[in-house]
């Protein structure tokens, strides 16, 4: 089977309200220009779910930037899975980068929020990546297959067929710099390798795994257009509908809806 590729736009804390409704109106006006073909979806702050998912193109769909893994409970600031889920996400990014290093996310906590993610109806997008401390040091493959497995163990096969995996490499996030392609092929293609040994092969080949790191518009064909890489999820180039779009018809190769 062949897997859909997709783009995620991940607003990290941009945009209010109206800054949300303004860019979904003027990605209506270009839903046309969003090919069929792929997958898309939108994870805004979580003050902008709602309105969102009113006035965004029906084919981009919503995810949230962060849950909490107990379903209700005395957590001062958190929301839950089905809090999200209520104002339309499908989605939910569970372990991004910023949240492991700025708000000291374990593995284990990035495990239990996958888990409850999944067990409320939510597609997981599991980050992984390595720093440059740990590139340097050639521990890229063992930090991203700890952090893989660590971050599936609690799903059955079928639960992870259809999860998401993004391999950010922490020192290309924001940075104006990635690794070429071929590189984070290579990287994405011992994630699948870790899914195929823990978790079976067939769930190996559904499975989508993504780039994310300074995804451009000028860059983001020369990543999609290797075997193992099925999209991208993108900070900065995803909050003006401009590169958004050029984003989804860079990945397309020209084709329209
Ligand atoms: P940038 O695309 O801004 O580098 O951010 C990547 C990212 O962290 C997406 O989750």
Redesign the pocket.
């Known amino acids: 089977m062949t897997r859909r590729k997709m783009l995620i736009g991940?607003w990290k804390m941009y945009k209010t309200v109206a800054e949300a409704r303004a860019f979904a109106e003027q990605l209506g006006r270009s839903a046309h220009l969003l090919a069929d073909s792929l997958d898309y979806a939108i994870c805004p702050p979580v003050t902008a779910l709602q309105t969102l998912r009113v006035v965004l193109p029906t084919k981009v769909a919503l995810g949230a930037q962060n849950i909490y893994f107990e379903q209700q409970g005395a957590f001062t600031g958190e929301v839950s899975a089905e809090m999200v889920r209520e104002l339309g996400a499908r989605y939910v990014i569970v372990g991004?980068s910023e949240r492991r290093n700025l708000f000291g996310e374990s593995d284990e906590w990035v495990r239990q929020k996958v888990h409850t993610a999944v067990a409320s109806g939510l597609t997981p997008i599991l980050c992984v990546g390595e720093d440059l401390r740990q590139r340097e040091q050639n521990e890229t493959m063992s930090v991203v297959e700890r952090q893989t497995m660590s971050g599936l163990s609690d799903l059955t096969g079928e639960q992870v067929a259809t999860a998401v995996i993004a391999y950010?490499p922490v020192w290309?996030?924001?940075s104006g710099m990635t690794p070429s392609p071929e590189q984070a092929e290579e990287v994405i293609a011992h994630i699948r390798r870790v899914v195929s040994d823990t978790k079976g092969q067939e769930t190996a080949k559904q499975i989508r795994i993504l780039y994310?790191?300074?995804?451009k518009p000028n860059n983001i064909a020369g990543f999609v257009a290797q075997p193992n890489i099925d999209g991208a999820?993108?900070?900065?180039?995803s909050l003006e509908v401009e590169s958004f779009v050029a984003m989804a018809q860079a990945m397309a190769g020209g084709e329209q809806s």
């Not at 994310?212 to 995804?215: I, K």
């Not at 999820?233 to 180039?237: C, E, K, Q, S, T």
């Open positions: 991940n991004h950010e290309a996030i924001g994310g790191g300074s995804v999820l993108v900070g900065g180039a």
